[in-house]
C-alpha cells in the first residue's frame, strides 16, 4: 500500500482517478484546500475520516503532511513502450535524492515531457518523497523503471529519438542547438554526472555555459533550464 501526503499530491490523485483506499485528515484542520479535497473525495466515492494528527505523523513518517493523507494501492510503474508517442522524454542516470526526483518530475512535466525513465539500482525510487517534491506532478506523467539505462537508450533509438545528454564536458551549449522532433534528454546524478557507458551512447553532449567558478549545477535546476529550451523551441513557430 502506498502513502500520500500533502495537499497537492492528494487533490492530484483524485483529480487523476487514482485508486484511493481512504484519506485521513487531521482532526482540527480546515480550510478551503481541504475542504476542496473533501468534496473531490465524496464525488469519487472515497471514505474520508478524521483522525488525530498524531495517526498522520505516523503514516506519513513525518509532521510536514499539511494536514491530510491518502491511502491507496502500491504506485505502478510505467513500461517504456507506453511512453514511445511522446515528443519529449526525459531519462535520468542514478539520481539518488528523491527530492531531486521530484522536482525533475515536476519540472519535466510542465515543459511538455510524456515521461520519465529511471534505473531500478542506484537511483531513487518513487516514494512519497518524491511524490509531494512533484507536488502533483505524478499522477500526470508516467514514470518508466529499466533494468538498465544503456539498453533503454538503444531502444529509443531505434524508436527514433535523438539523445543529448547534459554533460559539462559537453561540446555544444544547450542553447545554440536544433533539438529532434522526438528528443531525449539524459541527466547524470548527483556529484557523478553521466556515466562513461551512457555518455557514449548519447548522440550529442550539451552543457550549460558557467560563468562562476562553479563548473555544475544542481541536476534539478539543470533539468529545468535544458527542458525549457527544448520547449521554447518546440514552441516556436
Not at 495517526?55 to 513518517?61: D, K
Not at 547534459?166 to 522532433?181: M, N, P, Q, S
Not at 527542458?227 to 516556436?236: H, P, Q, S
Amino acid at each position: 500500500m502506498s502513502v500520500l501526503s500533502g495537499i497537492h499530491p492528494v487533490a492530484e490523485a483524485l483529480r487523476a482517478a487514482r485508486p484511493l483506499d481512504r484519506i485521513l485528515i487531521a482532526q482540527g484542520a480546515g480550510g478551503p484546500r481541504l475542504q476542496e479535497i473533501i468534496d473531490l473525495a465524496r464525488r469519487a466515492g472515497v471514505p474520508v475520516r478524521f483522525e488525530p494528527r498524531s495517526a498522520l505523523e505516523r503514516l506519513a513518517g513525518s509532521s510536514a503532511h499539511q494536514g491530510i493523507v491518502a491511502l491507496g494501492a502500491a504506485r505502478q510503474y510505467a513500461e517504456i513502450d507506453s511512453l514511445l508517442e511522446s515528443s519529449l522524454l526525459v531519462v535520468l542516470d542514478g539520481v539518488e535524492d528523491p527530492h531531486n526526483l521530484g522536482a525533475i518530475v515536476r519540472t519535466a512535466h510542465a515543459a511538455g515531457a510524456g515521461g520519465i525513465v529511471i534505473p531500478e539500482r542506484r537511483a531513487a525510487s518513487v516514494t512519497d518523497v518524491v511524490a509531494k517534491a512533484a507536488a502533483g506532478a505524478l499522477e500526470h506523467l508516467p514514470v518508466a523503471r529499466v533494468s538498465n539505462v544503456n539498453r533503454a537508450l538503444e531502444e529509443l533509438k531505434r524508436a527514433g529519438y535523438w539523445i543529448y545528454g547534459l554533460d559539462e564536458r559537453g561540446a555544444e551549449t544547450y542553447d545554440r542547438i536544433d533539438y529532434a522532433a522526438r528528443s531525449v534528454i539524459v541527466l547524470g546524478g548527483e556529484g557523478k554526472g553521466l556515466h562513461e557507458q551512457v555518455r557514449k551512447h548519447c548522440d550529442l553532449l550539451v552543457r550549460i555555459p558557467m560563468a562562476g567558478k562553479i563548473s555544475s549545477l544542481n541536476v534539478s535546476v539543470a533539468a529545468g533550464i535544458v527542458l525549457f529550451e527544448w520547449r521554447k523551441r518546440a514552441a516556436a513557430p
